[in-house]
């Protein structure tokens, strides 16, 4: 029920920013014409506010807000910086990282890296660590059982070193993959 309330909220702010600028004697057809390029100046405007990009650097650096809503999470809210590298190579490099907090107690932080020093070598890698109070289920068919909570924490690393093998878009290396869990404080 939440949701559909800051959905109807958001659409509804929408439609008054669209109408703000609207000329009365315009036809249908230059209204949507002007709606689109209004919204779309509107995102360009909300860009350029999280973003940090100067003209002489090889850098840039965003900060994205970032919201989403699961039965098992609740409410998710947190950041997520981007940062990217030209290099001197044609790739550009980008790391990204998230944290995001929830309303059923839930902690989670994410790196996310692609990494090009070279022409022929490539890093990528991704490491998530969740922190997450849970609920147990009993087995079969039966209904879960209300008093009986756990906490459940993971780990995962996936690091990976590729080299593109000569001028083609093949490239090879070893990728390490780790995933760890742990369930605690199961009360049956």
Known sequence: MKIRIIITTLLCALMLIEAQGRDV???PADSTHNALERVIGLAEKVLDLVTYNPDSSRYSFALYPAA???HRTGLEVGLMPIMQVKSLTHRQSSIVMGLLVSTKKMWEVQLDMDLYP???ISLAGKVEWMRLPDEFYLFGNKKKKVEAEML????SANPAMLVRLGESNWEVGPTLRYYYASYTDIEA
């Open 25 to 27: 004697y315009s036809s």
């Open 68 to 70: 989403s809503y699961g």
């Open 118 to 120: 070279t022409d022929n």
């Open 152 to 155: 459940t924490r993971t780990l």
